[in-house]
């Protein structure tokens, strides 16, 4: 049982390019959201989802795009990097938020 | 809206001693669940204990126990007989309802913990 797969682990991007970071879980949980941290700030929600087809913004949500096409998977795309997306991304997933989430290992992203 | 505070950056401890991390929260709902997080250097996140806000009765996960302030909007963590494994970062957590209609979690910044052999 992998529980939730992020990829990549490390990624460094420049100014101005776009990326997809991956997430995807196989316990069939309906919810699924992404979270960035920041030094001193904690984890702050960028987007989620309460299940296929269903997406909604986070406290963080400019710059990011989300999709959920299957229960599965919950790729977050960078539109147009900045330097203020370096950071660590986390994709969290649950059978509800009453239960406690699952997280990935991380992706670290720094944009130059 | 609601928020969730970790006064305390971090925290030391000795091992086998105990400490508590404290968390306060601000809400108007009757209802919500309360959560410890432990994030290791390996970076990944770990439930500790959860709490749920109707049950009066404070939660205990081995080492691990809750006091659970309701009114006080208290959700301090108490770590008994501290190990050196039990050096992370603690995040407290609120599960909100949001005005869509969902709900979401709220993390607290998190306060690092250093054992000390």
């Known amino acids: 049982n992998a529980g939730v797969t992020q990829t990549p682990k490390f990624q460094v991007l420049k100014t101005g390019q776009s990326m997809t970071l991956q997430c995807a879980q196989d316990m069939n949980h309906e919810y699924m959201s992404w979270y960035r941290q920041d030094p001193g700030m904690g984890l702050r929600l960028i987007h989620y989802?309460?299940?296929?087809?269903?997406?909604d913004q986070g406290e963080v949500p400019n710059g990011y795009n989300v999709s959920r096409s299957t229960t599965e998977d919950f790729p977050l795309r960078l539109l147009s990097a900045a330097p203020s997306q370096t950071s660590v991304y986390f994709c969290?997933?649950?059978?509800?938020?009453?239960?406690?989430?699952?997280f990935g290992d991380g992706t670290r992203l720094s944009i130059l | 809206a609601q928020t969730v505070t970790q006064s305390q950056p971090e925290m030391s401890v000795q091992e086998a001693e105990t400490v508590t991390l404290s968390c306060t929260y601000d809400t108007s709902e009757s209802d919500y669940y309360l959560f410890w997080y432990k994030q290791p250097p390996s970076r990944q996140m770990i439930l500790v204990i959860r709490q749920e806000a109707y049950k009066q009765q404070n939660a205990t996960e081995n080492r691990f126990s809750v006091n659970f302030q309701k009114a006080a909007k208290s959700f301090s963590l108490k770590i008994s007989d501290s190990q050196l494994g039990d050096a992370a970062m603690y995040f407290c957590?609120?599960?909100?309802?949001?005005?869509?209609?969902?709900?979401?979690?709220?993390f607290g910044t998190g306060t690092r913990l250093k054992v000390l052999a």
């Open positions: 969290a997933s649950g059978v509800d938020l009453n239960q406690p989430q699952h």
């Open positions: 989802s309460v299940g296929a087809g269903i997406t």
């Open positions: 957590a609120y599960r909100s309802f949001f005005t869509s209609g969902t709900y979401k979690y709220i």
